[in-house]
């Protein structure tokens, strides 16, 4: 029972701990900004003193931006929004009925029966989708996913400056870039195994370890702003999950069940853009409950092993030639 407990209400508290953002987010920009103005600044001493004779209101310092997290969150939520069900609903109500229309006047006019046309419209409706996918809303979509990386950034440094103070970050640019890259290549290892478990043919442990590895990659995405700010490297941050994975699967199991309500990945890639923003704030607010890492779960451990053979290869390959 004390074993079961343990694993538990790290789980609990990682849930409530992700729902945090949500009410967090909307008083955060007040007491950046509170704070930002009775931090000491280097300024003019005349326009110091004047201010302490209350001639003008405090202001802030050119260097100091106000912020903005509660706007960027509401304008990455209009933006995923519109790019999404605006998008959806411009195909599936308008466009593919005027292309359905076309072809059943086209077969009219042929002299083909009214079955015909329907016939013909059930084979070329997957085509037409699909290059309706292909040509604007992939574009559109992808456009919004880099619109959203900007604001993200923006959200999470405020954030992180407001509870740890100034981002640490890695040591230097080459070590940065190489750690976002071996990064976004773990991530996309890692949503290959767990497509390949899930096909595993126990269909419900199966599908439970796929459950528990979105929950751990929404938290890695979550949490990666701020550790990447306090100038954590990736096989730490890994490691810091695996050996904490109880918490871990409770934050991030509200964003998983979010993001698997709709057959669309599409759809799905849109929810988990809109609530995002909560998932970064919240990361920020959270201490993680830790455990005594006796049963770590090294779910990201053979992600990292394919990624480094193929990187050590493909570097070993480069230098030789």
Known sequence: MRGLKSFVLPMFQG?????????????IDKEINERLKKSPTRTDPRRRSDNNHGSSP????KNQRESQVLKRTFQCMVLNFSVCFLGIIFVNYMLLPIV?????????LCSFSDNTGETMWSFVQPVVTVIIDVLWLLPMF?????????????????????????????????????????????????????????MLPLSPIGEILQFIHLCLLYSLYAFEYKWFNMGWELH??????????????????????????????????????IFFPISIVS???????????????????????????????????????
């Not at 359905?100 to 009219?108: G, P, R, V």
């Not at 440094?157 to 773990?186: C, E, H, N, T, W």
């Not at 890492?293 to 230098?319: D, H, Q």
């Open 142 to 198: 992808l456009l919004s996913r880099i619109v959203n990386a900007l604001w993200f950034q923006d959200i999470a440094d405020s954030a992180y400056r407001y509870r740890q103070g100034r981002p640490m970050l890695l040591s230097s640019v080459s070590k940065l870039i190489a750690d976002m890259l071996f990064s976004f290549a773990v991530q996309i290892l890692f949503v290959a195994q767990a497509f390949i478990i899930s």
């Open 100 to 108: 359905m229309l076309f072809i059943k006047q086209f077969a009219s």
């Open 15 to 27: 849930l409530v701990d992700s729902l945090r953002g949500a009410v967090v987010i909307l008083t």
């Open 236 to 273: 730490r941050r890994l490691e810091f999950i695996e050996n904490n994975w109880p918490y871990f699967v409770g934050f991030g199991l509200p964003m998983t069940v979010a993001t698997r309500m709709h057959p669309s990945i599409f759809v799905n890639g849109c929810v988990f853009a």
């Open 58 to 61: 405090a202001k802030l310092p």
């Open 283 to 321: 990361g920020n607010e959270a201490e993680p409950v830790t455990l005594d890492a006796e049963y770590p779960l090294r779910l990201f451990s053979p992600v990292v092993a394919v990624a480094n053979t193929v990187t050590n290869r493909y570097i070993g390959a480069s230098k030789r030639r």
